[in-house]
């Protein structure tokens, strides 16, 4: 068992229990836990599921100030994907979306091939609703290798040269207030990776180490289209 996966297991009773109820996997791999952390607005409000389009790409910083991720409205229930495998082989299985119908996910939108991933400037990964010429609609998409990926499936790779899943972020979905929290990770994490790869960049951008901090207690929920100048279509 990895240090990480062995926190998780031991990381306490009632984070233990909010994966339960989250229903964050039922074999193998374990979760890891990172901040439970409120999906808010821009103005703080927590965010509502009932007030999310559904086929529309949001982002959302987690579980660190500078590792961006997708959150997904999908237009079908999203049911478990069976195992899913990461590159390493580890094996595990996420449990499907949460909120009504079960049509919730959060993925990481660092790519799993060469980690690719929304900036402020521009994006060449993200959820596409409607088929193109490359790709059959619905999936999240990554246009700068073309690695597809079933959101509606845990995000296994449906094409393209990724050789895993993107990491699925656990959700916890408060049905009587309809207020999410991330709890953590499922799946392989791309996150050391990302930070060796762009550390002179983040570094400038958010200033030191910043970009390596926990978001916290809440973190913001935005439009793509609001967070990102240009997202590159294919
Ligand atoms: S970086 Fe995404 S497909 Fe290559």
Known sequence: MERRDFLAVCAGVSSAAALAAAGAARAGVAPRLHARTRLVDARGTPVRVASLKAGTNYVFQYPYAATPCFLLRLVAPAASAGALRREDGGVYDWAGGVGPGRTV??????CAHKLAYPT???????????????????????CADHSVYDPAAG????????????????????????????????????????????????????????????????????????????????
């Open 120 to 142: 402020r400037e521009v994006s060449f990964i993200r959820y596409q609703h409607e088929a193109s010429s490359t790709s059959a609609g619905r999936v999240i998409h990554c």
């Open 105 to 110: 996910v959060a993925f990481s939108a660092i």
């Open 155 to 234: 995000a296994r790779v449906v094409s393209g040269p990724a050789p895993q899943p993107l990491a699925a972020i656990v959700l916890e979905w408060d049905a009587k207030r309809d207020e999410l929290h991330a709890l953590g990770t499922l799946g392989a994490e791309p996150f050391e990776a990302f930070f060796a790869k762009y550390e002179f960049r983040l570094a400038t951008e958010y200033g030191g180490a910043k970009a390596r901090a926990s978001v916290g207690p809440a973190t913001v929920v935005r439009e793509l289209a609001d967070y990102c100048r240009n997202t590159i279509q294919c």
